[in-house]
């Protein structure tokens, strides 16, 4: 009877074990699965009637914690990167080229770091490269990561991969959403249709 006992306790332990790991795979595939997927969805809304609005989304920079609806009237142009992203850092002097273009026109960049220490980590990075010549800022509050890449910056979007570029209209919609490097070209392009339309 002892052996019957301790075998029933044994399948027991094996049948809890199975169903975590079954509620682990559900939970993987409905919210992980599902965050990968929305994170790297591009979005390209040219007309201002389907964009959504993201006014509410907050940033820190070093000197105050801002939002989006601040800069009401500009292009504003998030580049959501981390100083640990072989493409974001490789990506820098061309978005620094791309700022220059749009310096005496109504649109601001920020660079959006999702480092995982915020500015403990941003700062010695940013004394090597004096030359960025954009606003760098944090998530406020600090979003919850997952898999370091995976983030939600409520109310702009998700993101999946790095680096990802928002642009926002003058009204604070978000009107495109690019995924990866070498999307330069398109922020720039959207920026233009954008400032045509004002």
């Known amino acids: 009877m002892e052996i019957s006992r301790k075998s029933n306790l044994k399948k027991l332990a094996i ?9 682990s795979l559900v939970y993987y595939y409905n919210e992980i699965t599902q965050r990968i997927t929305s994170g790297k969805k591009e979005i390209h809304l040219l007309d201002p009637s389907l964009r959504q609005s993201v006014r509410a ?4 920079t070093e000197r105050a914690i801002k ?14 990167w981390a100083s640990w992203c072989p493409p974001c850092v490789e990506g820098i002097p061309s978005l620094i080229s791309l700022v220059k273009k749009f ?17 403990e980590d941003i700062r010695p990075f940013l004394k090597n490269h004096p030359d960025i010549n954009y606003t760098i800022a ?26 990802t570029f928002f642009v926002i ?20 392009i959207l920026i233009n249709k954008l400032i045509e339309r004002n």
């Open 15 to 23: 049948l809890i074990v199975i169903i975590v790991l079954l509620v």
């Open 57 to 60: 989304f907050k940033f820190e």
């Open 67 to 80: 939002e989006v609806k601040d800069f009401t009237g500009n292009v504003v142009v998030v580049y959501v």
């Open 103 to 119: 310096e005496n026109i109504q649109v601001k960049f920020f660079g959006l770091s999702v480092d995982n220490d915020g500015w």
């Open 138 to 163: 944090i998530p406020y509050p600090k979003p919850d990561f997952q898999f370091e890449t995976i983030v939600d910056l409520k109310p702009l979007g998700q993101v999946a991969a790095l680096p």
């Open 169 to 188: 209209d003058q009204n604070g919609k978000l009107a495109g959403k690019f995924v990866g490097a070498g999307h330069l070209l398109d922020v720039e």
